[in-house]
């Protein structure tokens, strides 16, 4: 090899490997930001479902005193007697722990001038119910029902609260306390797939409930490392953010729990991104390997240049295929959710790409929706299996959760460049030609073609196969569907071209 040879081979490695370098740096960032992204979305998502618990169990306790406050308004209004009040307050005590939640304990409040307890306390000659905390935020809330503060027993050791409503004459008020023992039981939950922790805390700092039980009942305005934690909560209400706690990088997911109380996830950040760092680490070990392998051709390629071409369109084409494996990997994980629809995404593709090629689309576009379709339920991800896996028609509230799939498809696919039918498929697929469909209601032409094409590929699918509440259609049937559909549901084209597909199919069994 010549000096000048020897120039232009150094040159061509050294700016092969920078373009090389640039393109992975690029990739791997990406991967990197998507999947904190996603890791992210995943642990919102995670805190939500917990927050609903909390939110669900108080609301509960403010259902049942509400129930009882109408029924002791009720006896006030007809002239019941004190004594008579007090009783019915003694039987929905025991009626609470017994019937409701052993945490529900006794019914008492002031009515017309006098303290009533329905477990039979009686109080000190000094208690004055109107100074105490359950009577001033019943006032305060003006006859809706109130979660007072919540406050330490000292001799139990135990986080009680009182959910108070001030009654109809604007004096009296009835009250009970909330044992929060089954708000340690749901927090104790909260974790990101078995990592971190989590805590309740009041808006005085004051910690409702906490993993590790020795916690609960600190004051997390007290300290260095807890006042700044409390202040970033009540800073970044609702967010997430990081911070420094016993000198490890956390990230910090945040909630309100009945616009009262905070509710918190810590999970370490060496925990949160150790699976995305080592994903990391191979990937560049691979392109190492691969940087040096490259190397290696280059040198060939200087010597016979018509192998280095038949190598490089080889490598192209491994490429293009394990883009295609990865993507049909995905298909199948998803698929995996639904024990009743396995093979759904393939089968789906599959039609979606012959319905490309009898609309006369050029084969790189047959391949993109092909793609588009295989990836079009990647948002089931974040459904959970119980729903996903149901035996049985869902509920309006599934089925709302359902409906989230696109969304959450389009933002997990948003960011691949080249192919736009992705995360267009994804996030429109259950559009319907006449605008009644989700997420945004489009209607006609509005929605994008691979979206209708994958729509109706959906939909044959779908009754074609088995399913938890039916049984799969007949050919016929499902051609008398699609006929119905045409122009309400589907696309009036594209329908007559899978009404095509189907009367070939019976053609060729017959």
């Given at each position: 090899m010549g000096r000048s040879e020897k120039r232009q081979y150094i040159f061509t490695v050294i700016i092969t490997l920078i373009a090389l370098i640039g393109v992975v740096t690029y990739n791997l960032v990406t991967f990197y930001s998507n999947a904190v992204s996603d890791m992210l979305t995943i642990g919102k998502s995670s805190l939500a479902q917990e927050r609903e618990q909390l939110d669900g169990y108080l609301t509960k306790g403010m259902d049942v005193l509400q129930v009882t406050a109408i029924t002791v308004e009720y006896m006030m209004q007809n002239g019941e007697s004190p004594e008579r009040i007090e009783a019915f307050l003694n039987e929905e005590s025991e009626r609470y722990m017994d019937d409701i939640d052993v945490n529900f304990t006794g019914v008492y409040g002031y009515f017309q001038g006098r303290f009533l307890d329905g477990s039979g306390w009686e109080p000190d000659a000094d208690y004055v119910p109107r100074e105490r905390e359950w009577y001033i935020a019943a006032e305060e809330a003006k006859g809706k029902p109130t979660i007072v503060s919540p406050y330490l027993d000292e001799k139990t050791g135990t986080i009680m609260i009182s959910v108070s409503q001030l009654l109809y004459d604007g004096e009296s008020v009835i009250s009970f306390d909330i044992v929060l023992d089954q708000i340690q039981v749901i927090t104790k939950n909260i974790k990101l797939g078995g990592m971190g922790y989590g805590f309740v805390m009041d808006r005085a700092g004051l910690v409702v409930a906490h993993s590790d039980a020795e916690e609960r009942g600190k004051n997390y305005r007290e300290g260095s490392e807890e006042s700044t934690l409390f202040n970033q909560v009540y800073t970044n209400e609702k967010e997430t953010f990081r911070a420094k706690l016993q000198g490890e990088d956390c990230t910090v997911f945040t909630d309100t729990v009945m616009n009262d109380w905070y509710v918190v996830m810590i999970v370490s950040n060496t925990k949160l991104y150790h699976d995305i760092r080592i994903v990391l680490l191979q990937n560049i070990t691979i392109c190492l390997i691969v940087f040096g392998l490259i190397v290696w051709f280059l040198t060939l390629a200087f010597r016979k240049i018509g192998v280095s071409m038949r190598n490089a369109e080889e490598s192209r084409q491994n490429l293009e295929t394990m883009n295609v494996t990865i993507m049909r990997t995905i298909a199948r994980t998803i698929d995996a959710k639904d024990k009743y629809t396995n093979g759904h995404s393939r089968r789906v593709a599959k039609y979606?790409?012959?319905?490309?090629?009898?609309?006369?689309?050029?084969?790189?576009?047959?391949?993109?929706?092909?793609?588009?379709?295989?990836?079009?339920?990647?948002?089931?991800?974040?459904?959970?299996?119980?729903?996903?896996?149901?035996?049985?028609?869902?509920?309006?509230?599934?089925?709302?959760?359902?409906?989230?799939?696109?969304?959450?498809?389009?933002?997990?696919?948003?960011?691949?460049?080249?192919?736009?039918?992705?995360?267009?498929?994804?996030?429109?697929?259950?559009?319907?030609?006449?605008?009644?469909?989700?997420?945004?209601?489009?209607?006609?032409?509005?929605?994008?073609?691979?979206?209708?094409?994958?729509?109706?590929?959906?939909?044959?699918?779908?009754?074609?196969?088995?399913?938890?509440?039916?049984?799969?259609?007949?050919?016929?049937?499902?051609?008398?569907?699609?006929?119905?559909?045409?122009?309400?549901?589907?696309?009036?084209?594209?329908?007559?071209?899978?009404?095509?597909?189907?009367d070939d199919a019976a053609e060729k069994q017959s």
């Amino acid at each position: 090899m010549g000096r000048s040879e020897k120039r232009q081979y150094i040159f061509t490695v050294i700016i092969t490997l920078i373009a090389l370098i640039g393109v992975v740096t690029y990739n791997l960032v990406t991967f990197y930001s998507n999947a904190v992204s996603d890791m992210l979305t995943i642990g919102k998502s995670s805190l939500a479902q917990e927050r609903e618990q909390l939110d669900g169990y108080l609301t509960k306790g403010m259902d049942v005193l509400q129930v009882t406050a109408i029924t002791v308004e009720y006896m006030m209004q007809n002239g019941e007697s004190p004594e008579r009040i007090e009783a019915f307050l003694n039987e929905e005590s025991e009626r609470y722990m017994d019937d409701i939640d052993v945490n529900f304990t006794g019914v008492y409040g002031y009515f017309q001038g006098r303290f009533l307890d329905g477990s039979g306390w009686e109080p000190d000659a000094d208690y004055v119910p109107r100074e105490r905390e359950w009577y001033i935020a019943a006032e305060e809330a003006k006859g809706k029902p109130t979660i007072v503060s919540p406050y330490l027993d000292e001799k139990t050791g135990t986080i009680m609260i009182s959910v108070s409503q001030l009654l109809y004459d604007g004096e009296s008020v009835i009250s009970f306390d909330i044992v929060l023992d089954q708000i340690q039981v749901i927090t104790k939950n909260i974790k990101l797939g078995g990592m971190g922790y989590g805590f309740v805390m009041d808006r005085a700092g004051l910690v409702v409930a906490h993993s590790d039980a020795e916690e609960r009942g600190k004051n997390y305005r007290e300290g260095s490392e807890e006042s700044t934690l409390f202040n970033q909560v009540y800073t970044n209400e609702k967010e997430t953010f990081r911070a420094k706690l016993q000198g490890e990088d956390c990230t910090v997911f945040t909630d309100t729990v009945m616009n009262d109380w905070y509710v918190v996830m810590i999970v370490s950040n060496t925990k949160l991104y150790h699976d995305i760092r080592i994903v990391l680490l191979q990937n560049i070990t691979i392109c190492l390997i691969v940087f040096g392998l490259i190397v290696w051709f280059l040198t060939l390629a200087f010597r016979k240049i018509g192998v280095s071409m038949r190598n490089a369109e080889e490598s192209r084409q491994n490429l293009e295929t394990m883009n295609v494996t990865i993507m049909r990997t995905i298909a199948r994980t998803i698929d995996a959710k639904d024990k009743y629809t396995n093979g759904h995404s393939r089968r789906v593709a599959k039609y979606a790409g012959e319905l490309a090629k009898r609309l006369g689309k050029s084969r790189q576009e047959q391949k993109d929706i092909y793609y588009a379709a295989l990836l079009h339920d990647v948002g089931k991800i974040h459904i959970p299996d119980a729903i996903i896996n149901k035996p049985a028609r869902l509920t309006d509230e599934e089925f709302s959760y359902i409906k989230l799939h696109p969304v959450i498809g389009y933002y997990i696919l948003r960011d691949i460049k080249g192919n736009a039918m992705i995360p267009q498929g994804a996030k429109w697929h259950h559009e319907r030609f006449d605008g009644n469909g989700y997420p945004n209601g489009l209607a006609g032409e509005n929605i994008p073609e691979v979206a209708r094409i994958i729509g109706v590929a959906d939909a044959y699918d779908a009754m074609t196969s088995n399913r938890s509440y039916r049984q799969v259609m007949s050919q016929a049937r499902v051609r008398e569907e699609i006929e119905k559909g045409r122009g309400t549901q589907f696309d009036p084209e594209i329908a007559d071209v899978m009404l095509g597909m189907i009367d070939d199919a019976a053609e060729k069994q017959s």
